[in-house]
């Protein structure tokens, strides 16, 4: 298989899953709620295992996809440095993938329902990786890094345990 047909391969793999596993971590996630006030929107009840639960699925799910996805890709022999460089820039596309994907279906950002909403409504939360503040940014999140951490993970670990895996070699 040439490079450029095993570039095009890896990168076509890494972000259907990362499209898949965003449907499938927005399916996954319960909503937290909120309510209004002031036209702002409160977490309530307000603590942080409600606030992070959306960023702990999201590692959840994308750090066994990535360590899968390594694999698959480390057991295709040959052109080892294209292979390695197309799993981690296609690995890191395919988080953000899922990110996109399952922010786009989740529920709208409630800070901005909120404003035109009465006090004490209740919203659901929007999916995210930052806690649910106004003054976040959406991309600054470590949780980013599950999925590229995983397939580099799954691709070394099959570089390094080979065909001959963890048996031991004779020394006699």
Same mark, same amino acid.
């Given at each position: 298989m040439?490079a ?19 449907? $499938?971590w ?6 937290t709620?909120? $309510?209004?006030y002031?036209?702002?929107? /409160? $977490? ?34 040959g052109?080892e440095?294209?292979?390695?460089v197309?799993v981690l820039?296609?690995?890191v ?5 899922m /990110?996109?994907v ?6 709208a950002?409630?800070?901005?329902l909120?404003a035109a909403?009465?006090? /004490? ?5 929007d999916?995210?990786?930052?806690a649910p503040?106004?003054?976040r940014?959406a991309?600054?999140?470590s949780?980013l890094l599950a999925?590229?951490a995983g397939?580099?993970?799954g691709l070394v670990?099959? /570089?390094l ?9 004779s020394?006699?």
């Amino acid at each position: 298989m040439s490079a450029l047909r095993r570039v095009g391969l890896v990168t076509a793999l890494f972000l259907l899953a990362g499209a898949a596993a965003g449907v $499938l971590w927005e399916w996954l996630w319960d909503p937290t709620t909120g $309510l209004t006030y002031q036209g702002q929107w /409160y $977490l309530e009840p307000a603590g942080p295992d409600r606030s992070f639960s959306s960023i702990a699925l999201f590692v959840v799910i994308a750090v066994p996809l990535g360590l899968v996805l390594g694999v698959l890709c480390g057991i295709w022999r040959g052109h080892e440095v294209v292979t390695t460089v197309s799993v981690l820039v296609a690995a890191v596309a395919a988080g953000f993938l899922m /990110y996109a994907v399952g922010h786009a279906l989740g529920p709208a950002d409630p800070q901005v329902l909120a404003a035109a909403k009465p006090d /004490y409504t209740k919203l659901p939360g929007d999916l995210g990786l930052t806690a649910p503040d106004a003054d976040r940014v959406a991309w600054h999140s470590s949780a980013l890094l599950a999925l590229p951490a995983g397939a580099m993970a799954g691709l070394v670990g099959t /570089y390094l345990l080979g065909k001959q895996g963890l048996a031991r070699r004779s020394r006699g």
